[in-house]
T-cell receptor, first 117, second 116 residues
Framework: GAVVSQHPSWVICKSGTSVKIECRSL??????MFWYRQFPKQSLMLMAT?????????EQGVEKDKFLINHASLTLSTLTVTSAHPEDSSFYIC?????????????FGPGTRLTVT | AQSVTQLDSHVSVSEGTPVLLRCNYS??????LFWYVQHPNKGLQLLLK??????LVKGINGFEAEFKKSETSFHLTKPSAHMSDAAEYFC??????????????FGTGTLLAVQP
């Protein structure tokens, strides 16, 4: 089946620094990837939709200058949290659409837990 | 606008007994609905999906769900719980009109505990 990986799985950074999270589709080419955020004991909230070779589309209320998304290849999308603050601490999950699969299916990565101290 | 409501944040069952996880949806259009499962430290896995075909949908690991338009429900069931079913379950509706980019709207999740 389609596999999506994320790196790192867990990261701690200091307030004011930036951290990059990678999302890779391992066995398929993903023209579209999605980034979600999940707070403890809460649901996943879509942050942005990333299309290969074009600018990401951000959901309302998500700061595009703070959460930089790059989808430079068909197998890699990155999320950079710039000038991180403790309130950015969360679980970040990416997903990817396999164009060869069903129109509604997204394959999810295992997530990255970010802690900002 | 589309939304889903998972009526129970926690459900506890004994191993071998039936599982019922409840989900109600709201949609201005004919929805596509999904159930995903999230095990600790693992990515979300698709259990099953309804996309306007048969209203009774069978998924993996013995789970099934029935789309009931009159009740705007899509409850997840399993006849006999297994210890490995303990996980977080999310009911999801699409925000889509058949386009290539399909946004998923997640419910708040139901944590299923299975007692031995």
């Amino acid at each position: 089946g389609a596999v999506v990986s994320q790196h790192p799985s867990w990261v701690i950074c200091k307030s004011g620094t930036s951290v990059k999270i990678e999302c890779r589709s391992l066995d398929f080419q993903a023209t579209t990837m999605f980034w979600y955020r999940q707070f403890p004991k809460q649901s996943l909230m879509l942050m942005a939709t990333s299309n290969e070779g074009s600018k990401a589309t951000y959901e309302q209320g998500v700061e595009k200058d703070k959460f930089l998304i790059n989808h430079a290849s068909l197998t890699l999308s990155t999320l950079t949290v710039t000038s991180a603050h403790p309130e950015d601490s969360s679980f970040y999950i990416c997903s990817a659409r396999d164009p060869q699969g069903g129109p509604y299916e997204q394959y999810f990565g295992p997530g990255t837990r970010l802690t900002v101290t | 606008a589309q939304s889903v409501t998972q009526l129970d944040s926690h459900v506890s069952v004994s191993e071998g007994t039936p599982v019922l996880l409840r989900c109600n949806y709201s949609s201005s259009y004919s929805p596509s609905l999904f159930w995903y499962v999230q095990h600790p430290n693992k990515g979300l896995q698709l259990l099953l999906k309804y996309t306007s075909a048969a209203t009774l949908v069978k998924g993996i690991n013995g789970f099934e769900a029935e789309f009931k338009k009159s009740e705007t429900s899509f409850h997840l069931t399993k006849p006999s719980a297994h210890m490995s079913d303990a996980a977080e379950y999310f009911c999801v509706v699409t925000l889509s009109w058949g386009g290539a980019t399909n946004k998923l709207i997640f419910g708040t999740g139901t944590l299923l505990a299975v007692q031995p």
